[in-house]
C-alpha cells in the first residue's frame, strides 16, 4: 500500500468524525441554551452525518479523477 493512500484514508476519516462531532456539540450547546435536549443534538448529529458523507465522497471522487 502507498503511504499517499494511507495518508489520503486518514484525513478522510478524521474529516468524517470530526465533522459529526462539531455538528454533535453545536446540537448540544444549542439544546442546553434552550434547554430543548436531545432534539437538537438529534438534530444535528444528522445534519453532521449527511455533511460528512457529501464531504467525504466530495474529496474521493477528487481525489479518484487525479489518480485517473
Keep these: 500500500m502507498k503511504k499517499e493512500y494511507l495518508i489520503t484514508s ?3 476519516g478524521l474529516q468524517f468524525a470530526l465533522t459529526i ?3 454533535g456539540a453545536a446540537g448540544y450547546f ?4 434552550f434547554a430543548f435536549y436531545p ?3 438529534i438534530f444535528f448529529l444528522f445534519l453532521g452525518f449527511a ?3 457529501y464531504l467525504v465522497i466530495k474529496e474521493a ?3 479518484g479523477k487525479k489518480n485517473d
Design 51 to 53: 455533511a460528512a458523507l
Design 39 to 41: 432534539i437538537f443534538t
Design 10 to 12: 486518514t484525513q478522510l
Design 61 to 63: 471522487d477528487k481525489k
Design 21 to 23: 462531532c462539531l455538528f
Design 30 to 33: 444549542v439544546d442546553k441554551k
